[in-house]
């Protein structure tokens, strides 16, 4: 665990990406694999269900540094981080014991989960008596489930990249799946990221359910007049809409399928309809493309979906009212063959005939949208919202399947529709995360229930949001936030309703969940309305009307 806990502190005190890079392949370098395992797992992202209920482990720790409620709960309110408060308040420990971060994940940290409370008590403040301080930040990190430092993904694959000698687009695949919430990552499992780049350690069949890493899309941002210019002439691209479903690929090989989110995790057992369909495709099939709630032969909102997600068990009735397929728009092997190299009109021609020679009704092809011009084009965009689409999707005909957000080999387009916006009140504030662990960055937002007029209206709030302002003006909203406090939640503060908003997002749906009786998707900060009174401030009336429209 030192090495590990000295590697994070390097991390987390340096903003050069050339020194973050040294800094991991040194670890690499030096690293049994059976810790690098577990290192990459959560320097990628990785994170295991939680191990210790949160109220439990805070009283575990105000006992241990023998402090009164209220002072544990002021010490938290002034460090802001749960992990960062007890790692300072605890005692120093009785003997330390050096452990490698391996035997600390699985002989003592994994065990804990579903331990009764006495006897998690008793495991935490043993594992705490032989902690060394210097290891106290890192173990709480990872006990809490709010491991988080300055490193991408990429970051992790370049440096495995770097120490293997291996292509970083190999490495890439080989690490889809391997963050997965219930993985347990092992020396073996390091060893092959890390294998020399050869056919034994890189063919198709030795992948089992692993996906392909997804190839993402650049923002297209930019006037109608300069697309014949910067991108070329629209007869250069495939056109489809673009979906607002989860991102998915679906995997036939060894007689099983996986179906894997973009974020790396396995929901196979959440969309059985879509097992059972990908059960009949032909063996080494990976289909890419959205998993939708589809009625009516159209695709739902979002929120349908959420309906599902969020569900542990998926009863017939659930299965009926809220059916889901597969959206697919590319073909990235087929009977074992991986098709990504070849140019995007070509696996577009294979994926058509494969729909066409399986009909089912889980299984649907993504339209391609006809237009003549970038014009032409633009007109139709417009009806995005009226279809249930976050706008286009533009693909070099030429394009290869390429790794991650990248133009090397091609490159997609995604052309979205302009945001829906509302001006609303900051009501709620809570401390934000990392290096914006000590300002007040994430934020509650209401519209009014009522007209100005209306002598007894209330602000009700409707969505949360923590992107889109810059350092300098969350700072400035901070010191609002600290003159303007009602009262203290733990770390969220109530404040006097004094500033307003312009919040935008991608999408507006019913919600019985929320009080105000709608959930938008999305939401981040467009800018600060300074120039706005309160009074002034949107209302439930106009979140209905922008309802109205999006049906």
Known sequence: MKAFADLYRALDASTASSAKQAALQRYLHAAP???????????????????VPTSLLREQARLAAELPEWLFDESYEAVG?????????????????????????????????????????????????TLAAAQRLVYFKLIT????????????????????????KVVAQRLMGYTHIGARPSAEDYDALVAPDDAASTGTGSHGGQPYPFFLAHPLNLPLAQFDATIGPANGWLFEWKWDGIRAQLVKRDGQVWIWSRGEELVSERFPELQTM?????????????????????????????????????????????????????????????????????????LEQLVASFPHPQLQLSPLVKGGDWADLARQREQSRALGVEGMMLKRLDAQYGVGRTK???????????????????????????????????????????????????????????????DEEIRAVDAVIRKTTLETFGPVRSVTPTMVFELGFEGIAKSSRHKSGIAVRFPRMLRRREDKPVEEADTLASLRALLQEAE
Request: proline share 6%; charged share 25%; with cysteine.
């Open 33 to 51: 694999s059976r810790d690098a395992a577990w290192a990459v797992y959560f320097l990628a992202g990785g994170k295991p269900r939680q191990l």
């Open 81 to 129: 981080d749960l992990a960062e408060t007890i790692s300072l308040l605890l005692p120093d420990p009785d003997e330390t014991l050096e452990l490698p971060l391996s035997e600390w994940m699985e002989q003592h940290l994994l065990p804990l989960r579903g331990q009764a409370p006495e006897e998690l008590a008793r495991l935490l403040q043993n594992q705490w008596r």
């Open 278 to 350: 990908g059960a009949g495709l032909a063996e080494g099939t990976v289909l890419d493309g959205e998993i939708l709630i589809w009625r009516d032969g159209r695709a739902q909102p979002f929120a349908e979906l959420q309906q599902r997600i969020g569900r542990k068990t998926l009863s017939p009735k659930l299965l009926r009212e809220l059916p889901v397929v597969l959206c697919v728009y590319d073909l990235l092997e087929q009977e074992g063959e991986d098709l990504r190299g070849l140019p995007q009109h070509a696996r577009r021609t294979r």
């Open 145 to 168: 489930g709010a491991f988080r430092v300055g490193v991408s993904r990429l970051q992790v694959t370049q440096a495995l990249a770097g120490v293997s000698g291996v292509d970083a």
């Open 408 to 470: 090397d080999v091609g490159v997609w387009w995604k052309w979205k529709i302009d945001p829906l916006s509302v001006d609303a009140v900051l009501i709620y504030a809570q401390r934000g995360h990392g290096r914006r662990a000590s300002l007040y960055s994430d934020y509650t937002f209401a519209v009014w229930n009522g007209a100005q007029d209306d002598p007894v209206r209330q602000l009700v709030p409707f969505a949360k949001a923590y992107s889109g302002l810059t």
